[in-house]
């Protein structure tokens, strides 16, 4: 059974940093894109951030490229997405998500964690 | 970037019913690169259909998706009470570089009666 664990999420101030962890389980982590997927409150689905299974392409959406950093640890079967220079409009619950293949086009998302929130708030 | 639109914005039907819900898109959805997803409050969001009409394994076959170029549809016949939600419709035909490579539409949230 797939199983993605999202943590890493809390309260930090405009500015701050904070590291996002997605444990995975039940498939074979390296053969497949990752992703990283938020809602603001109150509003719908907003792509962040894209890894290939062989980390060979990450891709970012404008609202965070250069403050994001998407990376993958495929030893540990883990995703990790460093936010940095956060502002308060990168509120929301992040969820990480499995792509239906491997490579850095892949953006059908086949399986999701529950999310965690971020709140960016002075 | 591909703007996704969806409506109606809120469907309240009975159990049993047809549920119809449109989503539009700004641009040609190349290779029919569209998908649904049913988000439910406390959960992640699930997969129910890909490349348009594609039924993802485990669905139950009253969800079906139609459409193509730009005007796309999702049918649940015969809603269930677990079918309430949030759906969303999201395109992946980039572009790839530069913009958003995929987007969502607002979403369409179903109530059960």
């Known amino acids: 059974e797939v199983q993605l664990l999202e943590s890493g999420g809390g309260l930090v101030r405009p500015g701050g940093s904070l590291r996002l962890s997605c444990a995975a389980s039940?498939?074979?982590?390296?053969?497949?894109?990752m992703h990283w997927v938020r809602q603001a409150p109150g509003k719908g689905l907003e792509w962040v951030s894209l890894i290939g299974g062989s980390d060979a392409n990450r891709r970012y959406a404008d609202s965070v490229r250069g403050r994001f950093t998407i990376s993958r640890d495929n030893s540990k079967n883990t995703l990790f997405l460093q936010m940095d220079s956060l502002r308060p409009e990168d509120t929301a619950l992040y969820f990480c998500?499995?792509?239906?293949?491997?490579?850095?086009?892949?953006?059908?998302?086949?399986?999701w964690g529950h999310g965690t929130l971020v709140t960016v708030s002075s | 970037e591909i703007v996704l639109t969806q409506s109606p914005g809120t469907l309240s039907l009975s159990p049993g019913e047809r549920a119809t819900l449109s989503c539009r898109a700004s641009q040609y959805v190349r290779n029919n690169y569209l998908a649904w997803y049913h988000l439910k409050p406390g959960q992640g969001p699930r997969l129910l259909i890909h490349a348009v009409s594609k039924r993802v394994t485990g669905i139950p076959d009253r969800f079906s998706g139609s459409g193509s170029g730009t005007d796309f549809t999702l049918t649940i016949n015969g809603l269930e009470p677990e079918d309430l939600g949030v759906y969303y419709c999201q395109q992946y035909a980039g572009p790839y570089y530069g913009g958003s490579p995929e987007t969502f539409g607002p979403g369409t949230k179903v109530e059960i009666k």
């Open positions: 998500a499995k792509a239906d293949c491997g490579d850095s086009a892949c953006y059908v998302k086949d399986f």
């Open positions: 039940g498939f074979t982590f390296d053969e497949y894109a």
